[in-house]
């Protein structure tokens, strides 16, 4: 699903690129960063829409334009940064407030899609404060998919690995607080944002990055597989999403009746 979501993704990147091979560099950044180095994937998004404003820049692109004012994603960020700082003030100690700004982590640098910010949370919530093992965070993630909601609600079982009830109601609270602030603090800015060629470089070097991580968290899941059927569950998943083009809702049916069955037939479950 997660190649399934970065594969929607490349058609209107593509369309919107500048040269070619910064386009793929990108890609394989994103791509590399988010198999490798989860942790600092959000730096990488960053350098490649930061590379691509300067290359633009140096070019001269600019020259002219009567948007140079406007806010673009990167001063949006360095405010948004620091209000990891309050949030930590207000939570009641030191697990609620490790969720909290994983959870600010999650809500406020998901460029692309939830699937991006998977590998960071990842690495958090299994390597860094061991809160969950990989098998469970891989569970984590589907249960967001079968779920109402988008992918970034996968935080809500980390919050509740990590400090139960509490925990996960805290980190759905925080995950959502920046997109309901830059909606409301920031909406009368948008077209003045989406038409600024600054703001348009950057993103012209940020969103192959992401999709490239999107890509990347499939890897990274990937590697948390421990039995030999899930694996023909996983071929069997890519048969129906791209040479037969079922749907996500179906695909996921699927492999759960396929789960069941070899649980069932294991005797780890009752009938």
């Known amino acids: 699903i997660a190649i399934s979501a970065g594969a929607s993704l490349v058609a209107p990147s593509w369309r919107n690129r500048g040269a070619t091979w910064r386009w793929l560099l990108y890609l394989g950044a ?3 960063a988010a198999a490798t180095v989860g942790e600092w994937l959000v730096i990488v998004l960053l350098g490649c829409g930061a590379a691509e404003l300067a290359i633009r820049s140096a070019r001269g692109d600019f020259r002219g334009s009567s948007n140079e004012d406007a806010p673009g994603p990167v001063d949006k960020l360095r405010g948004l940064a620091a209000a990891p700082l309050a949030l930590t003030w207000l939570t009641g100690g030191a697990v609620l407030a490790s969720v909290a700004w994983e ?3 999650v809500g406020g640098l998901s460029f692309g899609g939830g699937f991006v910010i998977i590998p960071l949370m990842q690495t958090d919530a ?3 404060y061991h809160w969950m093992t990989g098998a469970q965070f891989l569970n984590a993630v589907a249960l967001g998919q079968v779920t109402p909601g988008p992918v970034v609600q996968t935080v809500a079982v980390v919050g509740y690995a990590a400090a139960g009830i ?3 109601l805290l980190a759905s609270a925080v995950a959502f607080a920046p997109s309901f602030a830059f909606v409301l603090l920031g909406g009368r800015h948008f077209d003045r944002i989406r038409g600024d060629q600054r703001a348009r470089a950057f993103l012209n070097g940020a969103g192959p990055a992401a999709i490239g991580a999107i890509f990347g968290s499939a890897i990274t899941l990937a590697r948390t597989l421990s039995h030999p059927w899930q694996f023909l569950v996983l071929a069997g998943a890519l048969v129906l999403l791209f040479p037969l083009r079922r749907g996500v809702v179906l695909t996921l049916l699927g492999a759960a009746a396929v789960g069941v069955t070899v649980a069932l037939a294991a005797g ?4």
């Open 30 to 32: 994103g791509l590399a």
């Open 103 to 105: 959870a600010f982590k």
């Open 126 to 128: 299994v390597s860094h």
């Open 166 to 168: 509490g925990g996960a």
């Open 268 to 271: 780890t479950v009752s009938p």
